[in-house]
Structure formats: C-alpha cells, structure tokens
C-alpha cells in the first residue's frame, strides 16, 4: 500500500459524506457506510450504516472521545487515538489530557459501583482508558520521559494504585520507570567514557585525533567516496531516528505560540538542520579553504563531492544528498565558471541529474514520487536514470547489496515535511465555530507526522558501524561565514571588469533575501540556482549579497499541500512574485516592527478579508493585545518605499500584488519618529550627492 495514503481509506470505498451533527461542544462529520452481512450460506444482506467522526471540538471532548462509551467503528476509534496522540501539544498539556482521563475513569467507575443501566459499557470505558494510557507511555514516552522527577509517570502510577485493582496499568508503568531510569543512567556513562561531536568545539575534535594512537588527521582527498557516504549516512540517521515527529508541527516550529515553553524547543529538528548546514558548509570549506591549489585539483574536489552525493543516492541519504547539492549550488562555489568549465562531461551529466531530484517543478513532483516509490524498499531505485555509465555503475552495487542481503534505511529531506505542516498551519485555522478546535487539521498533520513516523522505522535498517576518526574531522574543520567565501571565491577567479561591485548589485538580491524563510536559521548563507529550469533550495540565509549568481532563491511557491522546511526557490518565470496564486487568496508575510525581519508571521489572506480583521489576527499571531488592534497598521514594504494599507479597507484589494508579500505590522505611534529618520536619510543622501559630483 502506498504509504503517502494509507491513512486515507479507512472507510473504504462503500461509504460517502452525509452531513454534520452538532451536540455541545464537538461537531461530527456524518458518513454512510455500506456493510454486508452473510445471513445464510447463499445469501448476503446489505446494511447501511451510520459513522460519525470528531471534526471539531473542545479539549474536554476530544479526550473523552479517546474513551467513548459506543465505538461505532473501531478503525474511526484508533483513528482518533492517533491522531490525538500526535498533535495534542499544540492545544493542550499532558497534565489536562491525564486530568481529564482520571475523572472519566472515576465517574464510570463510581456508576458502575452504584450499579447504575450500562454497566457493560462503562466496564469497557474504564478498560479502554487503562489502554490508552499504556498506548500512550509505548508510543510517545518522550512525553514521560522528564528526568530525575518523571513526574508525569508517577502521576499516573499514584493514579493507578490507588483506584485500579487489577493493578495491570501499575505494572506497566513501574516497567517503563524503570527503563526510562536505566536509559538515562546508562547516557550518563556514555557522555563521560565517549567524546560526542554535537558538544565538543573544533579544537577539541582535533586533539581528540592527535591524542588518539591513530594516524595523522583526515583530509578530504585520505577518506573514500564510500567512506565518506557511510558515515554521513550514519549521522544523519542516528538525528533523523531521534527527531520528535511533533516537533515538527507547524505551531511547534515555528514558535507561534512563544507563551507556552513546550512549543519554543524543537531540538530534535533543530539538530537535523545543524547536519544539514554541517554538510553544506563542509561542501564550501573544502573546495575554497586553500586558494593556491590548480584548477584541476579543485575540479577533482567537486567531482569527488559529485561521487560522494552519488553515493548518498545509492544509500537512499536524501539529506546529505540535499546537503551536498546545495554547496555546490552557493554562490561562492556557483560563480567559479573556469573551474565548472573543466568539470568532466561525465560529472556534468551526474551533478544535473542529480539536482533534478530536487526540482521545484510540479511542487517537487520528481523527490516526492521517488520518496513515495523508495521510502520504504530495501533498496534505491536507479533504473531510469538518463546517465548511462550512472545506470550501470548504480545496478551493479544495489546488485551486490541484493546479494550480501545489505538492506538500506532512508534519510528523508526533511525539509519537505516541515514546510508541508508549516503551510498546512497557516491555511487552516487552529479554531472553528465558535473556538472549537478543528480537529480536521490535525487529521491532516497527522498523515504529514505517519510519514515521518514510517520513515525513522525504515532508517533502523542502516548497519554502518561509526569511525570517530571521521567525526572529529568532520567537526573540526572550520566553516567559513559567506563573506570569507565569496572572498575567497574572487581569489580563485577574480571579478569580471565589467561586473557592478556588490554595493551597486546587492540591492535586488536583499530585497529577494527578505522573502526567504527563516526555518532554517543557523547560518548566514544564500544560494543560487544551478541553471533556470532546475532551481534548487538552500537551507541557509545570506546577512549580505553578492553578485555573480543567475537568480537568488526564493521561498517555495505557497501552496496548501506541498512545501519544504528549507528555503526553496519560486519558479522565476513572467513575475518572479509567486506568493499570488490564486485570484481569490493568497499568502502574506507579517514581521513586527521593530524585531528582525527573519522574525514572521504568514497569514492566507482571501477576498474577503477587511484590514481590521487582519490585524486582530496579526496581533494573536504575535501574542499582543487584541483590544489594542486600533493603535497598530499594516505596511506593504515595497523596493522604493512602503504601501499603508486602508484601517478600514478590503485588504486583499488594497495590497500591491505585483512584488513581493512582505509586510510590517507597526504601532501607528511610530510614524511621526519614522518620518523623521526618513528626512535625515534623505538629506545625507543628497550631501553624499554633493560630494560625489564636486569630487
């Protein structure tokens, strides 16, 4: 089955929408169900059936409905425990959903004591609860896992001793404290006996080699291709198997909600992304660090990078593959065309076919199929590539693996899936009528989140033993920031006479840079585009700009089903400004004035929507009073200047659609301290005039 949709036939292909019901506090979708029925040996009865699922409700009924008291459909039941389990720390706290578990059991438990009607069911509602909790520690027991106190584990063990007397649910949770306890002891050993690259600095990594018995430090051109493939392989699945797939969500990632601490850390995504820039940088660092090598060397170095990418391709590493492709895409190694020029016709062909994996054509259609195709086999697939000595080369190792019985994981880009929950949280509202919450959007997270889930299964299948030789290496070379690069990219090959300096050039390109996503964030970098057809994402952000690159990144065209947790490129064709889609909607940035423009939030903004409208929403989206929306206005940043939106106007209409959708939320108290920085701006500008023409 295809594991993008699984998740999406559980009623099978006899039912079909009916309606909505309403009762207090949760909104069902209605659903007719066909069921047959063998009455006899030769004849079969048709039944229709009636099959509600939660499409909205309170925190009160959504946890209640993991328990209910007739489940009318047991798939729609483990449905809902799942999703609600993935997604409920984006409305909610472990200690509400376990207050609320504690007192359904109570109840039930008290009517069944009084011997009240329904004793059969509410027997099943206190069994079913007892599972979820159980359900609940298996699954997710980072949840519970809060060392030295586990106070949540001895919440529900407290619970259980005192009101369970099978003591089942006791037994099971004394089990997973004393697990959680020996894990953590057990880190704590590994953290004082094993150097961990992720903590210890450059120079630390590197006595760690000179002080080993080992030979002299790792250079690029000592380590093979397959080496250096394996061992990539090996750290980005180690990070992608502990990524909290919550984490990820849209709330969650992007710190919409700064109130609740729980949603400000994402350090397991935040990991996978330091690895991806790693990567990048090491990409950089090593074709530019030693200006004085030949031409040929630094060909030989790209090429060995094509190799080593090529490679990741067979280990179905998507990460590092990205990662790699998106150094070799930066401007400073972008713009050394002499050295390009000398890059075999051979390498050429295999570096183009393998950006074309991530192609921004089709919303990434080419990564997103071979994902669907090999996110879950035993081996790549490279059958259908275009690169004949490629073909060859790639079915004779997936051949040898086949026959050694090697099975590879997968390391997914996990851009992808971040952007794809980003936008699914800006295009759906959190709430529906009257602040019910809208569970029919963490349905869809949740199909996001299975994926995620699916793919760190897989990636247990990797069998690649780690070098620490090869790690303190990779930690200790020095990254370069871009200024440094691009200066010693002009070192390799100078500027052309005719080229503008980049003070005259930079200034369509930071315009460009203010549309690029702040997901990734660890780094001051921008890419640019290989070549206009197959333009490629870079995970990184450029503080400066520079010249010598065909088109800046963008970010990804804003669409509710795809997008990618890095900083991909809108497909540059009539108009660069692809944010306006549709003639109905579209997707808005709001910075707030007075904090980094890399701080954002996006807003789908429709027809119908009025400025005041907008502005409360801007306000909630920033945790600022929305009783003081009055005191604020909506500014459209334009290349010579800024747009003031209506107070009172169609905002859709009033918005100028043919540049970029950056916009700043700002205190109409400012306007007068703003004016005035303006005319001193303007009158220094005019002095430097002066100075130029009379010099």
């Not at 259980?160 to 953590?184: Q, V």
């Not at 094993?194 to 080992?214: A, K, Q, R, Y």
């Not at 200006?291 to 030989?300: A, F, G, H, K, L």
Request: glycine fraction near 4%.
């Amino acid at each position: 089955m295809n594991f993008f949709s699984r998740h999406s036939e559980s009623r099978g292909e006899n039912s079909r929408e009916w309606g909505e019901e309403k009762e207090d506090g949760v909104i069902y979708t209605v659903s007719l169900k066909k069921v047959r029925h063998q009455t006899t040996s030769t004849s079969l009865q048709w039944e229709t059936m009636k099959l509600r699922t939660l499409k909205a409700g309170t925190v009160e009924r959504l946890v209640e409905n993991l328990a209910p008291e007739d489940v009318e459909d047991q798939d729609t039941n483990s449905m809902h425990l799942n999703v609600f389990l993935a997604t409920y720390r984006a409305f909610t706290t472990a200690d509400q959903v376990l207050d609320i578990l504690f007192r359904r059991y109570k109840e039930y438990k008290e009517c069944r004591r009084r011997g009240e009607n329904g004793k059969d069911s509410r027997h099943d509602v206190c069994r079913i609860i007892q599972s979820v909790l159980c359900i609940w520690m298996d699954i997710y027991q980072d949840d519970f896992d809060d060392p030295p106190a586990y106070r949540l584990l001895h919440r529900v063990l407290e619970f259980a001793e005192s009101h369970m007397s099978d003591g089942e649910l006791a037994r099971h949770t004394r089990h997973k404290l004393d697990r959680l306890r020996r894990s953590e002891a057990l880190k704590g050993q590994q953290k004082i006996s094993v150097p961990n690259g992720h903590h210890l600095t450059g120079s630390e990594d590197v006595l760690f080699i000179e002080n080993s018995d080992s030979e002299r430090p790792l250079e690029l051109d000592t380590i093979s291709v397959q080496t250096m493939a394996d061992q990539l392989t090996y750290m980005d699945a180690e990070l992608f198997k502990k990524v909290v797939p919550h984490h990820c969500l849209g709330s969650v990632w992007s710190r919409r909600d700064k109130k609740c601490k729980s949603t400000t850390d994402a350090p397991t995504v935040k990991a996978t992304i330091a690895q991806f820039n790693a990567v990048s940088f090491l990409v950089i660092a090593t074709i530019l660090r030693n200006t004085s090598i030949s031409t040929e060397d630094r060909v030989r170095i790209i090429e060995k990078w094509v190799d080593i990418a090529q490679e990741c391709r067979i280990l179905k590493n998507f990460s590092s593959l990205k990662a790699i492709i998106s150094g070799l895409q930066s401007n400073p190694i972008y713009r050394l065309s002499e050295t390009w020029a000398a890059v075999s016709k051979e390498k050429s062909d295999e570096y183009e076919e393998l950006c074309t994996i991530f192609s921004e054509e089709n919303n990434q259609m080419t990564w997103r199929e071979i994902l669907v195709k090999e996110g879950t086999a035993k081996y790549a697939d490279t059958s259908k590539s275009q690169v004949k000595h490629v073909r060859k080369e790639n079915m004779q190792k997936i051949q040898a693996q086949r026959l050694s019985g090697v099975m590879q994981g997968t390391v997914p880009y996990l851009g992808t899936f971040l952007t794809d929950l980003m936008m699914l949280d800006t295009a759906m509202p959190d709430t529906v009528d009257t602040n019910l919450i809208n569970f029919e959007k963490k349905k869809k997270e949740f199909e996001v989140l299975a994926q995620i889930q699916l793919l760190q299964k897989t990636a247990q299948n990797y069998n690649i033993v780690p070098e620490p030789r090869f790690k303190a290496w990779f930690d200790s070379v020095e990254h370069l920031r871009y200024e440094e690069s691009y200066r010693l990219s002009c070192e390799v090959q100078p500027l052309s006479e005719s080229m503008s300096p980049p003070a005259q050039s930079s200034r369509k390109e930071r315009s460009l840079r203010k549309r690029i996503s702040r997901l990734f964030s660890t780094s001051d970098w921008e890419t640019s585009s290989a070549n206009s057809n197959t333009s490629q994402s870079e995970d990184r952000v450029s503080e400066t700009s520079m010249p010598d690159s065909p088109d800046s990144l963008m970010p990804e065209k804003m669409s509710a089903s795809s997008s990618s947790s890095s900083l991909t490129s809108l497909e540059m064709s009539t108009s660069p400004y692809k944010a306006f889609d549709s003639s109905s909607n579209c997707v808005i940035r709001v910075s707030l004035s007075g904090e980094s423009d890399n701080i954002y939030k996006s807003v789908l903004l429709t027809h119908q929507d009025h400025t005041p409208g907008v502005i409360k929403s801007l306000m909630t989206k920033f945790n600022l009073e929305a009783a003081e929306a009055e005191e604020y206005k909506l500014v459209q940043k334009l290349p010579d200047g800024e747009l003031q939106i209506p107070d009172h106007g169609n905002c859709f209409y009033a918005i100028n659609q043919s540049v970029e959708p950056n916009f700043i939320l700002r205190k109409k108290s400012e306007e007068g301290e703003l004016h005035r920085k303006s005319k001193k701006r303007t009158t220094l500008r005019k002095l430097m005039e002066v100075v130029t023409t009379q010099s």
